[in-house]
């Protein structure tokens, strides 16, 4: 079985501190990516995704993944966290042509103090 | 436009008693999931349906059944509830754009077998 990896299981910030987070997946063939983010007491929510093209992607609030193939990488981050993003924060990855066997990362609990 | 919903949001069992959680979503999606999520082990594929009339097995299939009712409806069934089932549900669906995609997510059901 496919396994994703979130090495950072709980992080504390300041505002205004810079944020990455870590994603390590072990398919070794092609894959989609994705970060989603749980507000406290809300559903799932996509930030961003990577499926072909530019490896630095950017999505919602902010946000940019960096997929590096070579290490099996899609890192999160963002240059200036605020309050309104402490969550949960989720990688996801699917191999490329399954479409429906999406693999999740454990999670990475962000709190980020005023 | 209410996305994807599920009932109920929050549920107690008895340790052999049976019930269904609801999942609908009104986007006219082809493909749902169904999710459980645990502390520590992020989200984990119990069953999708790719379309209406059929259904496929996740990661952790064992102690659940599903029915694709119709393109909106997706169920889950615990037959005979066990403390081991005790989690977080989610549902979601999946928004196919071109040659990407990508899941929206129901709010949850609070699932605890006593």
């Known amino acids: 079985a496919q396994s994703v990896s979130q090495h950072n299981h709980h992080v504390i910030l300041s505002e205004a501190a810079s944020l990455e987070l870590g994603c390590n997946y072990s398919?070794?063939?092609?894959?989609?990516l994705f970060w989603y983010v749980q507000y406290p007491g809300q559903h799932l929510q996509l930030l961003l995704k990577y499926f072909s093209g530019d490896p630095l992607v950017k999505g919602i609030k902010g946000f940019e993944a960096e997929f590096i193939k070579s290490k099996f990488s899609f890192n999160l981050r963002k240059p200036s966290v605020q309050w309104s993003d402490t969550a949960e924060y989720f990688c996801?990855?699917?191999?490329?042509?399954?479409?429906?066997?999406?693999?999740f990362g454990t999670g990475t609990s962000l709190t980020v103090i005023p | 436009n209410a996305g994807v919903t599920q009932t109920p949001k929050f549920q107690v069992l008895k340790t052999g008693q049976s019930m269904t959680l609801q999942c609908a979503q009104d986007m006219n999606h082809n493909s749902m999931y169904w999710y459980r999520q645990d502390p520590g082990m992020g989200l984990r594929l119990i069953y999708y349906s790719a379309s209406e009339g059929t259904t496929d097995k996740g990661e952790v299939p064992n102690g659940y059944n599903v029915s694709r009712l119709n393109k909106r409806e997706f169920s889950l069934r615990l037959e005979s509830a066990a403390p081991s089932q005790t989690s977080v549900y989610f549902c979601?669906?999946?928004?196919?754009?071109?040659?990407?995609?990508?899941?929206?997510f129901g709010p949850g059901t609070r699932l605890t077998v006593t």
């Open positions: 979601a669906s999946r928004r196919q754009t071109g040659d990407t995609y990508e899941q929206y």
């Open positions: 996801a990855v699917t191999p490329a042509g399954t479409g429906n066997q999406f693999y």
């Open positions: 398919y070794g063939g092609t894959v989609n």
